[in-house]
Structures are given as C-alpha cells and as structure tokens.
Nanobody, 118 residues
C-alpha cells in the first residue's frame, strides 16, 4: 500500500525559506513520477514541480525559487522553497504517479499548509 506523508509546512515571512518533506512508503522512486502540487484558497490545485529519473520540471511561477529532490535511501521527496512570496501561500501536496499494468494510478498525501505572511 502506497502512503505519502508530508511535513515541513508552517508560517514564514516574505523572502524566507522552507523545506517540505514527503516520506513515501510502498513504492520506489524508480517506479514513479514524484510531484508537488499546491492549492490556494478558492483556486484549483496546480502543479509546482516534478521529478522523474533525475529530471526536473517547474511551474513558471516558482522557477528559480524552488528545488525538488529525492533521497532514495530515505525514500523521501523534498521541496526546497526560497524567496517565498505571499502568493505561495497554499496547501502543498505530494503526489506519486505510477503505472500499474496499463493504467496510471495517482497517490496523494494529506497536504501541509504553507503560509507566507508578515
């Protein structure tokens, strides 16, 4: 059974930094595409960053300020966020997308709140 558990969210001032963690169990990163999404109040969930096979992609709104990485030994995905802005305030979700037989299956964590405010 796949389980994703996020942590590391909190309240930070504009310009500050946070590192989010997503502890994964029941899968290996070599068999999944790992992503971070976020959802702000009243808005749709949006893709923030993706990592697969060592390759990364970022949303334009965060490019240059955010880094996604994995620690295979800890089976953990990280999202390091710098130069945070109030518009980065959202619930951040970890996602794992795996191919099971001929179907793609998505797994989600419970989310962690990030609030950027002075």
């Amino acid at each position: 059974q796949v389980q994703l558990v996020e942590s590391g969210g909190g309240l930070v001032q504009p310009g500050g930094s946070l590192r989010l963690s997503c502890a994964a169990s029941g899968l290996t990163f070599s068999s999944a595409v790992m992503s971070w999404y976020r959802q702000a109040p009243g808005k749709e969930r949006e893709l923030v960053a993706v990592i697969s096979g060592g390759s990364t992609n970022y949303a334009d709104s965060v490019n240059g300020r955010i880094t996604i990485s994995t620690d295979d030994a800890k089976n953990t995905v990280y999202l390091k966020m710098n130069s945070l802005k109030p518009e980065d305030t959202a619930v951040y979700y970890c996602n794992a997308r795996r191919k099971v037989l001929s179907l793609f299956v998505n797994h989600w964590g419970q989310g962690t709140q990030v609030t950027v405010s002075s």
